[in-house]
């Protein structure tokens, strides 16, 4: 079992499952050559497949095109269906940064074929996390910077402001789908700039007021 860490807090908390959002900024669909989708595109990873900011994320030897995505990541702290306005923002207790870790080709290879994404994006180490604020200590504002760079070359800057769903319009529609639970955690989805790593590349990524991930690739 994994467990979240948090800034100020020794509260230990299990990581439940992660809800991740596809193509929630519309330059990033663009770039993928996807159409801006009516509401969120709604995809699993399953916690065994974390690590945290200082560790290394290994290359699965299958895939010839891993790639970085940057997202601002909701934590969940208390269990939420149906959520309405007020609800939905209730239940994000804090906020964290994320790295999902992509296998390009197989996913674009699964598409062709109308098959589920999975394998591209559930393998080992393809969700890296560093620590989560609570929204006690921090509140977002909604217009905070992320970006990510490798080797030193920026690669995404964007900001938050661009999400196509904010983060109380993404609760109330996963929500009314599927319960969410106390550590479950909520991937938003990346803006454009994603590309492919190798092995020995360094990637820094950063959200602005929340923090920071620092990984390579191996």
Same mark, same amino acid.
């Given at each position: 079992?994994?467990?979240?860490?948090?800034?100020?807090? !020794?509260?230990?908390?299990? *990581? /439940?499952?992660?809800v991740?959002?596809?193509?929630?900024?519309? #330059?990033?669909?663009?770039?993928? %050559?996807?159409?801006?989708p009516?509401?969120?595109?709604?995809?699993?990873?399953?916690?065994?497949?974390?690590?945290?900011?200082?560790?290394?994320?290994?290359?699965?030897?299958?895939?010839?095109?891993?790639?970085?995505?940057? !997202?601002l990541?909701?934590? *969940? /702290?208390?269990d939420?269906?149906?959520?309405?306005?007020?609800? #939905?923002e209730?239940?994000?207790? %804090?906020?964290?940064?994320?790295?999902?870790m992509?296998?390009r080709?197989?996913?674009?290879?699964?598409?062709k074929k109308?098959d589920?994404?999975?394998?591209?994006?559930?393998?080992?180490?393809?969700?890296?996390?560093t620590?989560?604020?609570?929204?006690?200590d921090y509140?977002?504002?909604?217009?905070?910077?992320?970006?990510?760079?490798?080797?030193?070359?920026e690669?995404?800057n964007?900001?938050?402001?661009?999400m196509?769903?904010?983060?109380?319009?993404?609760?109330?529609?996963?929500?009314?789908?599927?319960?969410?639970?106390?550590?479950?955690?909520?991937?938003?989805?990346?803006?454009?700039?994603?590309?492919?790593?190798?092995?020995?590349?360094?990637?820094?990524?950063?959200?602005?007021?929340?923090?920071?991930i620092?990984?390579?690739?191996?």
């Amino acid at each position: 079992m994994k467990y979240l860490n948090f800034k100020n807090s !020794e509260e230990k908390v299990p *990581i /439940g499952k992660m809800v991740c959002v596809g193509r929630n900024y519309a #330059a990033h669909a663009k770039e993928l %050559g996807n159409d801006v989708p009516e509401f969120p595109i709604i995809f699993l990873k399953p916690a065994s497949t974390v690590i945290f900011s200082g560790d290394s994320v290994v290359h699965p030897s299958y895939s010839n095109d891993l790639q970085h995505e940057v !997202e601002l990541v909701l934590y *969940i /702290g208390e269990d939420v269906k149906n959520a309405d306005d007020a609800s #939905a923002e209730k239940a994000i207790h %804090g906020y964290t940064i994320g790295l999902d870790m992509t296998l390009r080709d197989l996913q674009n290879e699964y598409r062709k074929k109308g098959d589920p994404w999975t394998l591209a994006k559930c393998f080992d180490t393809a969700a890296v996390l560093t620590d989560v604020v609570l929204k006690k200590d921090y509140r977002l504002r909604g217009d905070e910077k992320i970006s990510l760079s490798v080797n030193g070359k920026e690669r995404q800057n964007s900001s938050i402001k661009n999400m196509l769903f904010s983060p109380a319009e993404i609760v109330k529609f996963i929500s009314a789908r599927l319960t969410l639970e106390k550590g479950d955690l909520i991937f938003t989805g990346t803006p454009e700039g994603v590309g492919r790593v190798v092995p020995g590349d360094k990637i820094d990524a950063s959200l602005e007021n929340i923090g920071t991930i620092k990984t390579q690739i191996k």
